[in-house]
């Protein structure tokens, strides 16, 4: 079994212990690298299941993933700690049919294609793609190639992802290609997206290569593996979350289900950590739940996790629709669609239906394990919403999107009838996305609550709101975390 990041450091006094606040992926990695350096750990888990957003459910006779369904393949992060568990022969690519994009033309009217290849967030690195011209239109293509011969100076201090965007290519590019990415992705519009925490090295590639365009391509090239940016689990990627209790447990580490921290006090070299039934002691403390609630046991220690507010993020609702329809086994729309925004915001037109949906997922064309699985004729589909719904009460069912809505979505999205008698199940499940650490203005309330952390001893704060969204990103942040309080 390949070690954690502890193997080669110090290991700390025999007989210490640790307390991780949350049982999400940044605490379990965070309990992995405490446990193996020695220390004697408890994990306390508010809700009655390890793992967070990297959870199973079931639908349709069928274990899907809930939450999480991909990993970023950027960094090795992800794929290492697999091996490590034992999964490494589960990890596999995605289909490369690629994801397809719905939109409004210039003449106001819904239209699907695939997504251009060999862009990041939407940013095209390449303005001769074809397909270009069918989504921007002739102006606005015209206008997205003025990139590459503006001075490089423009959008260099652009606020936002939008600003820089729309100042190098132009509006159409911001609406139809980045918008549709970065919401139907991370929850967030690019109006709210700091250009440099979303794609680190920008700035510096434009500056370098001259164009927005030529620096995508730079950047698209320096990545790690080519092709796909994200792989999977055959089985779903929630088994790394079950992967890890088993470790864990093996470890001797004690795992406190339904159980939720109220307070968290030191005194002397220790931590109180205070749930409904008892006060518990540790000499480390690990705090590692989303925003709100590490914000809300933070506040009275340090004046920094007071400056993150209500630190809420967004909610969205994810329905999963199990059909029997064999039209799908081609894959009419690749391995899923993304909307952009200006459609649900549209009213309806003569024809009728207004894609409310950001973004969906055909799970069995994208997997072709799940594909397998399943055999053909049946597919999975996954619709996401961002709440409240636009479009109010007629699309919504007890405030969640119904499962007409669902229904009529997935046909306009993939250009074909499903009707309710081809469902075989459904589910709907609603989670709330992490703050982003993207967001504008997060950077430096984030870099001063981290100054402010390691003043204190034994304290260690980690999580996707600090971390950046996405598995990669919160399991490197919390090895780092962890190995620095040991
Ligand atoms: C719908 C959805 C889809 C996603 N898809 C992907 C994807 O495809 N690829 C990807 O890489 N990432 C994806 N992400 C993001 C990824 O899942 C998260 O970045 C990551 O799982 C966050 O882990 P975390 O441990 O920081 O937080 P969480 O998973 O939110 O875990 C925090 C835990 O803390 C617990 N907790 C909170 N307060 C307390 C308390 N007071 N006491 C005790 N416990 C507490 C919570 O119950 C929870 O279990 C997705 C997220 C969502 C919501």
Redesign the pocket.
Known sequence: MTEPMSVDKPLPEPGTTAIV???????LVAARELAHAGVSVTV????A??????APHEVGGLVLDA??????TRTPVFARLAEALGLGEQLVEPSAAGAWLHFLDGRGQPKSTPLPKGALLGIPGSLDEPVLREILGRTGLLRAKLDVNLPRGVGAKARSLADLVRARMGQAVLDRLVAPVVGGVYSVSPEDLDPEEAIPGLRAAIAEHGSLSAAIAALRGKATKPGSA?GGLRGG?FQIARALRTELEELGVTLLLD????TLKRTGTAWHVGTPAAQLEAQRVVV???AH?AV??LAPLLDEASAFGEAFGAE?S?VTLVVDLPELDAAPRGTGVLVAPQVSAAHPTAEGQVVRAKALTHATAKWPWLADEEGPGTHVLRL?YALPLVGGAETADGGQPSLELALADASALLGLTIRAEDVVDSDVLT????LSAAGLGQKAKIAALRAAVEQIDGLAV????L?G??????IAD?QAQAQRIL
């Open positions: 606040v949350g049982g999400g992926m940044a605490g306390i888990e508010a809700s299941h390890i793992g967070g957003a990297v939450g999480a369904e991909s990993y970023a994200v990627v159980t939720s921290v109220q590692a739940t989303e609630g809300e046991l969205i994810l996401s989670w709330r996305s992490a980690t999580g996707a709101w971390a969204n996405g598995m990669a990103a919160v919390a």
